[in-house]
């Protein structure tokens, strides 16, 4: 299931793609309580779940904490709601086409962003240097997040804005001292992120907060896929292409440290909460490291892409 945040009538709502259309959570959940999900064998299995709840989601966050069993239950109303696009059943806000929605951040205020620094043995590769035994980890704050299409602003103070495909974790559910081999139970999905940094800040301080922090430094999307419809997270293409020529290819197979480990490790010092995000690392072809280094410019278009998640496409734009 691929879960959005999207914009109508200057309102954030909370969607699911089905198709070529956009589903409204709260409006699907209002034709559901209203008997008129056209598969009542599928929608009675969905029953207690859903009025278990109440009020639909106010948020992603709030879809999220509410559990896979929840999720599940409402892709079984969506997907029912497919009879409906193809009679054209005409239910006001219920379907926007993909295409027209305004896609926001799929969570627009996390309540953190773990990122992992050097977590592809390409990219120690690539600045020759030994690949870490024990994880490195930063913080991104929320003012970064953006959404698909919105624009990477670059600071006036930074002249090396570079860009970093990453395949980013979304938490689904609370937790601290997790073993390993139950990590996957508090993941809801995984979607793409870019963490766009500022190299001349990240050098220059000797530490990676300000230059990862600048506003809209962290565009995330366009959906999160759910954890039920990837096989393996340690299998997927992972790439970038910067004005439509590849800059970083590689597979979440070169990462050093695997998810579960990493959920885990973090987990035995703080506590995981739902919409938290957990951002993996970037492969090689970063900017900085190529020979003359490569840095984003005004006018320019970064699309990031893993295999499964869409692609996500931003544009820079000067300071304003």
């Not at 299995?45 to 009025?51: C, D, F, Q, S, W």
């Not at 806000?93 to 929605?101: D, G, I, V």
Request: charged content about 20%.
């Amino acid at each position: 299931m691929k879960l959005v945040t999207y914009e109508s009538a200057k309102e954030l709502r909370v969607g699911v793609v089905e198709g070529d259309f956009v589903v409204d959570v709260e409006v699907a959940l209002a034709m559901f309580a209203k008997g008129r999900v056209k598969d009542k064998k599928a929608a009675s299995a969905a029953v207690g779940t859903l009025r278990k709840w109440g009020a639909p989601p106010a948020d992603m966050i709030d879809l999220l904490a509410r559990g896979a069993k929840y999720r599940a239950a409402l892709s079984v109303i969506t997907r029912g709601l497919a009879d409906a696009i193809s009679s054209k059943t005409k239910v006001k806000n219920l379907f926007t086409p993909l295409a027209k929605a305004r896609l926001r951040a799929p969570i627009t205020r996390p309540g953190k962003i773990t990122c992992v620094g050097l977590n592809y043995a390409d990219h120690a590769r690539e600045q020759g240097i030994t690949a870490p035994e024990i994880p490195t980890f930063f913080l991104k704050s929320v003012n970064t997040i953006s959404g698909p299409g919105a624009k990477i602003v670059m600071p006036p103070n930074s002249t090396q804005v570079d860009y970093e495909a990453e395949f980013a974790v979304v938490i689904g559910k609370s937790g601290r001292r997790i073993p390993e081999e139950r990590a996957y139970e508090h993941v809801a999905g995984y979607m793409n992120l870019n963490d766009v940094t500022a190299r001349d800040m990240q050098h220059g301080d000797k530490q990676w907060f300000r230059g990862k922090s600048c506003d809209t430094f962290a565009p995330t999307g366009p959906w999160i896929l759910t954890a039920d419809e990837i096989a393996d997270p340690h299998n997927l293409r992972i790439s970038l292409t910067l004005n439509g020529q590849t800059m970083q290819d590689s597979n979440t197979s070169n990462l050093i440290h695997k998810v579960p480990f990493l959920i885990s490790y973090l987990s035995q010092s703080l506590t995981w909460e739902p919409g938290d995000i957990l951002t993996t690392g970037t492969p090689s072809g970063v900017g900085v490291f190529r020979k003359p280094p490569i840095f984003l410019n005004a006018g320019d278009t970064v699309s990031a892409t893993v295999e499964g998640l869409g692609t996500l496409t931003n544009t820079v734009v000067g300071p304003s």
